[in-house]
T-cell receptor, first 109, second 114 residues
Framework: GQSLEQPSEVTAVEGAIVQINCTYQTSGFYGLSWYQQHDGGAPTFLSYNALDGLEETGRFSSFLSRSDSYGYLLLQELQMKDSASYFCAVRDSGYALNFGKGTSLLVTP | GAGVSQSPSNKVTEKGKDVELRCDPISGHTALYWYRQSLGQGLEFLIYFQGNSAPDKSGLPSDRFSAERTGGSVSTLTIQRTQQEDSAVYLC????????????FGSGTQLSVL
């Protein structure tokens, strides 16, 4: 089996930086993905890390350490519109992309 | 179409009735997934299609759940004899090629079983 652990809630101030961690246990591993979901909306793809290191896409960055079975999503210059749920996801040896329970990010003024 | 389309957006049904949920993936996308999301919860994998075949049905919670895909395009998820615990948002996603990490999700069908 597999499991993904991420914090259930994070609160941060507009303009700040926030890091959302994800640890995983899986029998096989291809990479770590991140998705964003606003309330009532469809999940949207943010990033994918197959190799160790940091991937940067605008204000968002994602990091992976395969040896530690750990990754994080870093959001910089937070904006109110970043308030959403963020999910990490892994694909093990099967076909399914399995998601964590999600981290609810609240950005306050 | 421009995105993944799901219908209906909302479905209210009585316990014991059958329901059909429809998904129109992005044109040309070969892989299709169904997920279920309960209020405030993560996404629970149900089934994966590659073309018209379903090599992974491991997430279907019971034999009341079934799905098919025709013409490598439209997919239908059927829930027979619905139960209250089936109430959730059912999400469909597609990707251009199999085992691609970038899934495109529809807005889902909110199913309420009374």
């Amino acid at each position: 089996g597999q499991s993904l652990e991420q914090p259930s809630e994070v609160t941060a101030v507009e303009g700040a930086i926030v890091q959302i961690n994800c640890t995983y246990q899986t029998s096989g591993f291809y990479g770590l993905s991140w998705y964003q979901q606003h309330d009532g909306g469809a999940p949207t793809f943010l990033s994918y890390n197959a190799l160790d290191g940091l991937e940067e896409t605008g204000r968002f960055s994602s990091f992976l350490s395969r040896s530690d079975s750990y990754g994080y999503l870093l959001l910089q210059e937070l904006q109110m519109k970043d308030s959403a749920s963020y999910f990490c996801a892994v694909r093990d040896s099967g076909y399914a992309l399995n998601f964590g329970k999600g981290t609810s990010l609240l950005v306050t003024p | 179409g421009a995105g993944v389309s799901q219908s209906p957006s909302n479905k209210v049904t009585e316990k014991g009735k059958d329901v059909e949920l429809r998904c129109d993936p992005i044109s040309g996308h070969t892989a299709l997934y169904w997920y279920r999301q309960s209020l405030g919860q993560g996404l629970e994998f149900l089934i994966y299609f590659q073309g018209n075949s379903a090599p992974d049905k491991s997430g279907l919670p019971s034999d009341r759940f079934s799905a098919e895909r025709t013409g490598g395009s439209v997919s239908t998820l059927t829930i027979q004899r619905t139960q209250q615990e089936d109430s959730a948002v059912y999400l469909c996603a597609s990707s251009l090629v199999p085992l691609n990490e970038k899934l495109f999700f529809g807005s889902g069908t909110q199913l309420s079983v009374l």
